[in-house]
């Protein structure tokens, strides 16, 4: 009996520390949990964000990225201390300056940027005459882009008796204005490299190589507003254009005024004509054998007179490599009888065509019939 009483009171004994460590395993489990929700939550307020773990050099070209928006370098500087810090330490970050009503920029503000771009190129829009250029201008030195979209006269009128030494682009926006009321650009900009002429008239009293800067000009672009560039051919001597852009109704007079002999790419935009187009080129065909890219843009209605400047263009810029046309060229440069204007490209690669939908593949289907 005594035995019995012995086994059952170890019995007891061992289900009761089985009781306990139970509860002690569970209480375990439970700190457990707790522990790991707390180490969590501590890895999270303490880990460094991944922006964060980027070395200054890599985080400053990713601002680079933006620094064509004025108004963003200031939002990114109020971030934290350090990108504050990074940002001021990137002197193209502060080197563009719009000078628009839209665009509130106090002088002392300006100042400031100016200060922070330390000896970067500096890009200019003016958009009006405000008090703000008079801060801008000590610094003409370091003018590197221009782009005047308004108040065009009485900008030049300002800027045309200082000297722009280090001026590379420019655009100048003439809204139906004479490009004969423009001072001698060679005077003001002698580095010039890069010229966007939108609205303008053309010159009357004087050949446009006396007005713009021929001898360093590597790109030209010319938006005519409906007004043809004639002048007398082979006139023009253009001897480092690499790249020209013309939004004219006909460039044929323009093509045969020009001389051009490092031409690499021609682009072309037809616009509104009231003359009749030309049908015939002046000029050798291998005035433009240099010319390897070409690209032919679409007007708003494409007539039959476009069709037939386009097809002597084909011919005129015979030694292309590379084409980039509209859709709406499509079928006639691939007749179905004689030959194709595209078969005076004898040296032709590559063929994009623009503005390709689903829609607009009829003509393939007819050359594929």
């Known amino acids: 009996m005594e035995s019995l009483s012995a086994a059952r009171a170890e019995l007891a004994h061992l289900e009761h520390r089985e009781m306990q460590l139970l509860q002690e395993l569970m209480d375990v489990r439970k700190a457990l949990a707790a ?156 580095a010039l490299k890069h010229l966007e002429l939108e609205e303008w008239e053309p010159p009357l009293r004087r050949p446009p190589c006396q007005i713009i800067p021929a001898e360093s000009l590597e790109e030209l672009s010319i938006t005519s507003g409906g007004h043809d560039w004639k002048f ?60 390897s890219h070409l690209a032919l843009s679409s007007a708003y209605v494409v007539d039959q007179e476009t069709l037939v400047l386009v097809e002597l263009l084909c011919q005129i810029f015979c030694g292309i490599r590379h084409a980039d046309v509209h859709m709406d060229y499509v079928s006639m440069l691939f007749t179905r009888f004689g030959q194709c204007p595209i078969d005076h490209w004898t040296c032709i690669e590559s063929l994009d065509i623009q503005s390709l939908t689903l829609g607009s593949a009829e003509p393939f289907r007819e050359l594929l019939s």
Request: glycine share 2%; with cysteine.
């Open 232 to 291: 007398k051919q082979d006139s023009m001597h253009f001897p480092l254009l690499r790249r020209l852009e013309l939004h004219i109704g006909d460039p044929i007079p323009f093509l045969e005024a020009i001389v051009a002999p490092k031409l690499a790419s021609f682009c072309f935009t037809p616009d509104l004509h009231i003359e009749p187009i030309s049908k015939t080129f002046a000029g050798t065909r291998m005035k433009f054998n240099n010319v």
């Open 35 to 190: 522990q790991k929700v707390l180490l969590d939550e501590l890895v999270k307020t303490s880990a460094v964000p991944y922006i964060d773990r980027l070395p200054n050099e890599l985080l400053a070209e990713i601002f680079l990225l933006l620094k064509d928006d004025v108004d963003e370098r200031t939002s990114l500087a109020s971030v934290s201390r350090r990108w504050r810090a990074v940002l001021i330490s990137i002197p193209s970050m502060w080197s563009k300056f719009d000078l628009d009503a839209e665009y509130d920029c106090p002088a002392k503000l300006l100042e400031l940027y100016l200060k922070r771009s330390r000896r970067a190129p500096l890009t200019i829009l003016i958009g009006s005459i405000l008090p703000e250029l008079d801060v801008i201008l000590p610094h003409a030195n370091r003018w590197h882009t221009l782009r005047i979209v308004d108040y065009t006269s009485e900008t030049l009128e300002i800027i045309t008796h200082i000297t722009f030494p280090s001026l590379q682009h420019l655009l100048l926006y003439g809204g139906g204005l004479s490009l004969d009321d423009v001072l001698t650009m060679r005077s003001w900009a002698p």
